[in-house]
Antibody
């Protein structure tokens, strides 16, 4: 069974960089698929942040592209998210997920439990 | 690109059927057969219920079905059960540099 687990600080100061890691078990990232990050502000809907293909190609939400970096470490079977210059609007539950679509199409079949990141001084 | 449009809420009684719509444009829903539907219970991660418009992942009840007409996709839940009460989100591949967009979500009350 594929399992994903997000990890990282739950509190980030404004203007700093949010960094999260998603550890994958039960499936080798290098075997295929896209791997994505999605967030959900408290009480609001889902927003796709970006995805990375197992080969390392990246795809970002245009509205966040200037601040987002997604990378993969196949040796650790992990992929990571960095979001720079955060503000209170970036406060959200951040999910990592596997996307089995043939294109970047949000076919997210396995999800992490989510981690709440609060941006506050 | 704007979010896909979903009704804020729908309701139904146990045993009934309901349909949730998801309206996009000719650049996303209308151009691709790549609409997905997710179910989310409070405090839980979303669960994929339908992908590629009408495909059900293994383990998802056949009470859930998806369809599309023009720029609008729909999720139908038949034989409503109390456990179906949740938020439902649609998403669609959008092509170009947008890639994927989500709907605003629909709260289903049973």
């Amino acid at each position: 069974q594929v399992q994903l687990q997000e990890s990282g600080p739950g509190l980030v100061k404004p203007s700093e960089t949010l960094s999260l890691t998603c550890s994958v078990s039960g499936y080798s990232i290098s075997s295929g698929y896209y791997w994505g990050w999605i967030r959900q502000p408290p009480g609001k809907g889902l927003e796709w942040i970006g995805s990375i293909y197992h080969s390392g190609s990246t795809y970002y939400n245009p509205s966040l592209k200037s601040r987002v970096t997604i990378s993969v470490d196949t040796s650790k079977n992990q992929f990571s998210l960095k979001l720079s210059s955060v503000t209170a609007a970036d406060t959200a539950v951040y999910y990592c997920a596997r996307d089995f679509g043939v294109v970047v199409a949000a076919n997210f079949d396995f999800w992490g439990q989510g981690t709440l990141v609060t941006v506050s001084s | 690109q704007s979010a896909l449009t979903q009704p804020a809420s729908v309701s139904g009684s146990p045993g009934q059927s309901i349909t949730i719509s998801c309206t996009g444009t000719s650049s996303d829903v209308g151009s691709y057969n790549l609409v997905s539907w997710y179910q989310q219970h409070p405090g839980k991660a979303p669960k994929l219920m339908i992908y590629e418009g009408s495909q059900r992942p293994s383990g998802v009840s056949n009470r859930f079905s998806g369809s599309k007409s023009g720029n609008t996709a729909s999720l139908t839940i038949s034989g409503l059960q109390a456990e179906d009460e949740a938020d439902y989100y649609c998403s669609s591949h959008a092509g170009g540099s947008t890639y994927v967009i989500f709907g605003g979500g629909t709260k289903l009350t049973v």
